[in-house]
């Protein structure tokens, strides 16, 4: 049995985070010892695994919690998490597709700014003026701030 502080460590997972997850389901409710300390099996362990690997590849939440329904299943059709994964995809390259719009205004912002007084700063100019911009980037914002 493992405590809560051997899982954080072995998944590179907070405590804090594995307590979340417990809170809306994602984890089960842990076993306690005598003293009412956590502990959990390896498959609480590879479960946090596959949650923490889900939230790298960005998967939401009410995804990751499709897949693990769908782990636990296992006579379920495949294509199911095919879909999640899909979907998944989708997202990433409109995320992608938003942030090249980004770079390129930002990469043009910076390439016209010559220096001097900042009264005449290019970049201070297209940021006062959103129809200085070449690229249509507003929807881009939400990527930007929880960055």
Excluded: N, W
Excluded at 41 to 69: K, T
């Amino acid at each position: 049995m493992l405590t809560i502080g051997t899982l954080a460590r072995r998944t590179g997972t907070k405590v804090q985070t594995i307590r979340y997850y417990e809170q809306i389901g994602l984890m089960p409710e842990p076993g306690r010892s005598e003293g009412g300390q956590r502990r959990y099996a390896e498959e609480e362990l590879d479960r946090l695994a596959f949650i923490r690997h889900s939230r790298q590849l960005g998967f939401p939440l009410e995804a990751i919690r499709e897949l693990l329904d769908l782990s636990e299943h296992p006579a379920r059709p495949c294509a199911e998490a095919d879909a999640i994964a899909a979907r998944q995809l989708r997202a990433v390259e409109r995320k992608i597709a938003r942030l090249q719009a980004l770079q390129s205004e930002l990469s043009r912002m910076v390439a016209e700014c010559h220096g001097g007084a900042a009264s005449r700063c290019r970049v201070l100019e297209v940021l006062k003026d959103h129809s200085e911009c070449l690229t249509e980037h507003a929807q881009a914002e939400g990527v930007a701030e929880r960055a």
